[in-house]
């Protein structure tokens, strides 16, 4: 399973190519953009096992660094300043790290 079988490639090209800018991302517009938020529950689960490079279970902060990445792999990396705020957005329970629940909540209030 790769992003483009989920995602419509020109989607996922305009939502990386309007944040590329250092400190310009964000992620409920750029969740909008990619098409995530109009995903079912089951596809968004499948974007975060994509996302979840290490299979451990959870987007740790070094994953949620290449986010970006994971949709398309000539994206940039979030500088630390957005990977710390899309952390504290995402991470509910305060563990630091996302879930796949934290995850899908995190698309569904965007
Ligand atoms: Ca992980």
Known sequence: MSMT???NAEDIKKAVGAFTAV????HKKFFQMVGLKKKSPDDIKKVFHILDKDKSGFIEED???FILKGFSPD???LSVKETKTLMAAGDKD???K???DEFSSLVAES
């Open 5 to 7: 079988d989920l995602l």
């Open 63 to 65: 994953e949620l660094g």
């Open 94 to 96: 305060g563990d630091g």
């Open 98 to 100: 996302i879930g796949v």
């Open 75 to 77: 994206a940039r990396d």
């Open 23 to 26: 400190d310009s991302f964000d």
